[in-house]
């Protein structure tokens, strides 16, 4: 419960700012007469749609097992961060549209606005707010091991990023002569591959998880290393490993001496079962099938 409600109250931060900063450059993105600025406003109110969608998830993610669902609830989690993914990559795609609308038609000989400084100090004043966010939403990730939060924090950290090129475009289109206006919807695409590109890299994690990855080499050893090193152990194979949110389930067939009693078979399949999830943490799913040995077959 703890882990719940510091997760949803650093979400909460994130999204009040997001929804002011959405209102504040939209208006400044109109007013300032900046494409620029209306696609940074853009990827910020994807920031604060993909906020609500955290909330909303964390609500069921928190939830204990119960007899529909035996792991718990803690892919809500994974979907969460797809969900994010999904809301970057059709923010990219329009926005890229849009601004390719505006190259075209400034190519065509159209006439671009000249962005004002209002817009300019919007994009500083979001490149600063959103760096800030993004550290704070990243220690939140690391602290409480939330896949979530950190794919929220990358969406905070990509519209910082965003800002720069909104920066560069604003300032570039603001130089004088009309040549430079084209500056600001190049800005525009720039931000929006840059959003598109985030948006796979943040999916990738999730699906792999909603397809049953196994676990990365590393924990792979250490899991290995736990039932090898358990007295009473002859051998294992079969291991079988996956996450499930912020928690990670194990299975694996242990070897033990065919002559020994089930209760002393039991105890070395609940030590194993410890080392595990000491070393994975305590709500790590750990289900061990026991086997007799042929022979005098040693440990692997």
């Known amino acids: 419960m703890e882990r719940e409600n510091s997760i949803r109250r650093v979400t909460l931060v994130g999204s009040a700012v997001n929804l002011l900063l959405v209102v504040f450059k939209f208006i400044a993105g109109i007013l300032g007469n900046s494409s620029a600025m209306i ?103 690391k602290k409480f091991d939330s896949a979530t939060l950190k794919a929220n924090a990358w969406h905070h950290r990509s519209d910082a990023l965003s800002s ?17 206006r084209i ?58 490993t996956r996450r499930m949110g912020v928690n990670r389930a194990v299975e694996a067939h242990i070897k033990l001496a065919a002559d020994l009693p089930l209760r002393e078979a039991h105890d070395i399949a609940s030590a194993v079962e410890k080392k595990i999830q000491a070393a994975l943490g305590k709500n790590t799913h750990v289900g061990i099938h026991m086997e007799p040995a042929a022979g005098t077959e040693k440990r692997k």
Request: aromatic share 8%.
């Open 183 to 240: 500056f600001d919807p190049l800005a525009a695409c720039f931000i929006s591959v840059f959003i598109i590109l985030m948006a796979f890299s943040l999916m990738k994690p999730g699906i792999d998880e909603l397809m049953e990855k196994s676990l990365p080499d590393a924990e792979r050893d250490t899991i290995e290393q736990s039932i090898a090193s358990t007295p009473g152990v002859l051998g294992y194979h079969r291991i079988r």
């Open 164 to 180: 720069i090129a909104t920066v560069i475009g604003i300032g570039g289109a603001m130089l004088p002569g009309e040549t430079w």
């Open 39 to 141: 696609a940074d406003a853009a990827h910020s109110l994807s920031d604060f749609a993909s906020d609500v969608i955290v909330l909303l998830c964390l609500r069921v993610s928190g939830k204990p097992e119960d007899e529909d669902h035996a792991y718990g609830h803690g892919k809500f989690e994974t979907l969460a961060s797809v969900a994010i993914g999904l809301i970057l990559l059709a923010t990219g795609a329009g926005l890229f549209w849009e601004g390719l609308a505006s190259v075209i038609e400034f190519a065509r000989g159209g006439a671009l606005a000249t962005p004002a400084w209002l817009a300019f100090a919007a994009a500083l004043l979001s490149l600063a707010v959103k760096e800030g966010l993004y550290h704070y939403t990243v220690a939140a990730a």
